[in-house]
């Protein structure tokens, strides 16, 4: 829900982290879910061959997939869920240093993901494997590892490319507590 929140628009956005998960409004929670799943319907409606705009629901997920293939090979898999938010902490850095995401708008949504999706224990060590699992990743074209950022809140750009040092500084960036 938090990605297409982040695709979506601000006052979506908000709503969900601003959400308390601690003792949630069942109805909200419901409502916040039909809509979440209408962005995602819109979007595969829209564009139902991910020629183009369905690439937005990538977001997180290409170091979210090496987080979690990571995990599998480690012998302690995680959900998919779980890998896609990690990959979200990394890939809003990406954004924030690439395409210009608020800084302020991406501590509030590291924070929620800390809050309730803990953290992932890896090391520089991991990089390598982490950097090869993203390499296999289907949305790569030319050997370039292809990555949906943001600009703001449902300002999407698709196709967004980062060096190994960037990959690298947002691996960084997560490991020490964004």
């Not at 209408?38 to 020629?51: A, C, G, T």
């Not at 599998?72 to 995680?78: A, D, N, R």
């Not at 943001?150 to 196709?159: N, R, S, T, V």
Request: charged content about 20%; some cysteine; glycine content about 6%.
């Amino acid at each position: 829900m938090l990605k297409h929140g982040l695709i979506s628009n601000t006052e979506t956005w908000a709503e969900l982290v601003n959400f308390p998960l601690e003792t949630p409004d069942l109805k909200q929670l419901q409502d916040m879910v039909a809509q979440s799943v209408q962005v995602k319907q819109r979007i595969v409606e829209l564009d139902p061959h991910e020629q183009a705009l369905r690439k937005a629901l990538n977001l997180g997920h290409t170091i979210g997939h090496a987080f979690e293939s990571w995990a599998l090979k480690q012998g302690h898999p995680i959900l998919h869920g779980y890998a896609v938010a990690y990959g979200l902490v990394c890939e809003l850095y990406l954004s924030a240093v690439k395409t210009g995401f608020p800084v302020d708008k991406m501590r509030q949504t590291l924070q929620f993901i800390s809050a309730h999706y803990g953290t992932l224990g890896f090391t520089c060590d991991d990089y390598p494997l982490l950097l090869e699992l993203m390499q296999h990743d289907k949305k790569n074209t030319s050997n370039r590892i292809n990555f949906t950022l943001l600009a703001d809140i449902g300002e999407i750009k698709i196709d967004q490319t980062a060096t190994e040092d960037e990959i690298k500084a947002a691996l960084d960036f997560y490991r020490e507590g964004s």
